[in-house]
């Protein structure tokens, strides 16, 4: 990979070039010599970038420059109105990981409609959520049991999980939910927090069939 030209003026045209591997070089040069003239078309590139592994590089990028000027741009971002400027906003600011962005992190946010906003909230409220809240977030995030396909369901048991016991309270009210994917999701969350290395299918076949017997216990 050839150096990275830090110069401020010519890592904002290498941002706008219409090659990958141009920006890539770019947003490599913003986060090896970090401006903050640069935090602002950073955080505006990652709302649009296309490809994946530019848009990792911009966050990298944003997460070397003060985070006291990098967030509070980053939660401005979280009022837009375009999707992937909120779940690339979510992501850094989890990456980043200064509670102060904790208040943006809404009940909105966390139940988006769309599934990639949503996921990268619940991963950065896991990240964020001050001690104390976690009941608080389990309950907002189990209301989301049962959504999507496995990706995102899978999201959702990892941030789960990684609260802890505070779970289990609003995981087992979802074990009675009228709706059998709830019910599905809930167990097999279950059964993940007891068991990480079962695998998420193997949890929700299982819970499929806990489901099938009328058993919600853990024995079942």
């Not at 591997?21 to 401006?35: I, K």
């Not at 906003?89 to 200064?98: E, F, G, P, Q």
């Not at 904790?102 to 139940?111: D, F, K, V």
Request: proline content about 6%; some cysteine; glycine content about 4%.
């Amino acid at each position: 990979m050839p150096r990275a030209d830090a110069n401020p003026m010519r890592v904002l045209q290498g941002l706008e070039n219409g090659s990958s591997s141009v920006r890539l070089q770019a947003a490599l040069a913003a986060g090896t010599s970090p401006d903050p003239r640069l935090i602002d078309k950073l955080i505006e590139r990652c709302a649009i970038e296309p490809d994946f592994y530019v848009r990792e590089m911009l966050t990298w990028a944003l997460i070397r420059h003060p985070a006291s000027m990098a967030v509070p741009k980053l939660v401005n971002e979280l009022r837009s109105e375009h999707a992937q400027a909120r779940s690339q906003a979510l992501h850094t600011l989890s990456k980043i990981s200064d509670r102060r962005a904790w208040p943006a992190i809404t009940r909105a946010l966390l139940t988006d409609a769309d599934d990639e906003v949503a996921r990268s909230a619940w991963r950065a409220a896991v990240v964020l959520v001050p001690e104390g809240e976690e009941p608080a977030l389990a309950a907002v995030l189990a209301t989301q049991l049962g959504r999507g396909e496995r990706a995102t369901r899978l999201s959702l048991s990892r941030a789960l999980i990684t609260l802890g016991e505070t779970i289990m309270p609003a995981l087992r009210a979802a074990m009675t939910d009228p709706d059998p994917r709830v019910r599905h999701h809930a167990i097999a969350t279950e059964r993940l927090s007891r068991d990480p290395d079962a695998g998420f299918e193997f949890a929700i076949e299982e819970a499929k069939r806990v489901v099938a017997l009328g058993t919600t216990s853990q024995e079942g």
